[in-house]
Each structure stands twice: as structure tokens, then as C-alpha cells.
């Protein structure tokens, strides 16, 4: 409605049309309006709402306004409910959690119910998942009234830190899979060395000369030779 008012086409909306304005003047505005509207809409919206080619822009005003504008009990019952009732699902994302909560309160403000500020703030923070629960616990026992703006900016510093320890935590788990891969190596080679200085070490049997094993005992090889 404000952006017809600014366009100057509200009047194919009420007719309230100046006595001077002429039939050539009263189709522009009408198709302005129609314009304006249809290019507000969202695809989906223009779809469901838009009927014919031929429609002016009043008719698909009233259409809009059923659809989104109906002040019955029954839809002020529905949204309040959905207001107190939309809990945050395991593995939601906060923006997208808090896009559609602040859906619902333009719904419930398009149909002319108000809330404070304290009842939006607490129906956001009570319908949260468990790692924003100290949030709740903090503002509970605060001395001032909570705000919604309050509750957005801990909840979105509350993000930014878990996104940050989450993120120290994978480089972490990387330095010590990397460290023990290392440790790995070196103990293998550490091995590999001490098998290496236990054989310049050992005792032959057979000479009982240091530096080789019985089997490579060049005297032992020097006798199987004189006796074949």
C-alpha cells in the first residue's frame, strides 16, 4: 500500500479518483498500479493470487488481501500458535531459524495483533535448541526487561563463538592425527636402528667373534667347504 501511495496509483485501489482526472489519466494509473503489484510479488504469490490477464488492479488487491490480510479468529488463533509452538530443529541453522520466526511476526502484525517486546523475546528464546539454553538462563535473571534486538545480537555472538570453537577444534583434531602419524615414523625408524646395532653387536656362536651371526660365520662357510 505505501509503495502505491508513493507511485501515485493508490487511487485504483479506493477509486477515490480527483473530479478532474480523465479516463486516459484514470487507465494509466490503473495499469501502473497493476504493475506495481504484480512486480512486488514473489512467482509463487503472482500464481495463486492472479487469475486472468484481463484483471485490474483492485481485484487483485482484494485477492491479496484475502489471502494475507484475513483478520478471522480463526488465522489469529493459527499464528499465535505458531508463534509459541515453532521449536528449533536439531541441525537448523540460526539465521534460518530466526528468518522464519520473524515471518510469523509480520503475519501476526499484518493481522493487527501486537506483542510486546518481553513476549517475542521470551517465545524465541524459550522454543530454542539445547546449546543456546545458556542464553535463557542468563536473561532470566536479569534485573531489566529482555528486548527482541537483545536476544538476536546474544544469540548471533553465541553463533559466531561456537562456529569459531567448532572450527579450532577440526585444526586441533589435524595437528594430532598429523603428530601421531610423525611419531609413527619415527618409531619405525627407531626400531629399524636398534635392529641394526643389536647385529654389529651380537656374538657369533660358532667363532665367538662380535660383528655377525653364526649362519654369515665366514670360518663355519671356510669348514662346510673343506669338507665337501
Request: glycine residues 4%.
Amino acid at each position: 500500500m505505501a509503495l502505491l501511495q508513493m507511485e501515485g496509483s493508490i487511487h485504483a485501489i479506493d477509486g477515490k479518483y480527483p473530479n478532474n482526472t480523465s479516463d486516459f489519466d484514470k487507465e494509466k494509473i490503473e495499469g501502473d498500479a497493476l504493475s506495481v503489484i504484480q512486480l512486488s510479488l514473489a512467482p509463487n504469490v503472482l500464481c495463486e493470487v492472479s487469475t486472468s490477464t484481463d484483471e485490474t488492479a483492485k481485484e487483485l488487491w482484494k485477492r491479496l488481501k484475502g489471502l494475507y490480510q484475513d483478520r478471522s479468529v480463526t488465522t489469529r488463533m493459527l499464528l499465535q500458535r505458531r508463534l509459541h509452538t515453532f521449536k528449533m530443529d536439531l541441525g537448523t541453522l540460526l539465521q534460518d531459524h530466526l528468518d522464519v520466526f520473524n515471518k510469523i511476526v509480520m503475519d501476526l502484525q499484518t493481522t493487527g495483533i501486537k506483542k510486546d517486546e518481553e513476549t517475542l523475546a521470551c517465545a524465541l528464546l524459550f522454543l530454542l535448541t539445547s546449546k543456546y539454553h545458556d542464553i535463557e538462563n542468563s536473561m532470566m535473571y536479569s534485573k531489566e526487561p529482555i528486548t527482541l534486538e537483545q536476544v538476536w545480537q546474544a544469540l548471533n555472538s553465541c553463533d559466531v563463538w561456537m562456529h569459531f570453537e567448532r572450527d579450532k577444534g577440526d585444526e586441533a583434531s589435524e595437528l594430532f592425527v598429523s603428530g601421531r602419524t610423525s611419531q609413527q615414523g619415527r618409531s619405525k625408524s627407531k626400531y629399524r636402528s636398534k635392529s641394526h646395532v643389536n647385529k654389529k653387536n651380537a656374538e657369533c656362536w660358532g667363532c665367538h667373534k662380535k660383528g655377525h651371526f653364526e649362519r654369515d660365520c665366514p670360518m663355519s662357510k671356510s669348514k662346510e667347504k673343506a669338507s665337501a
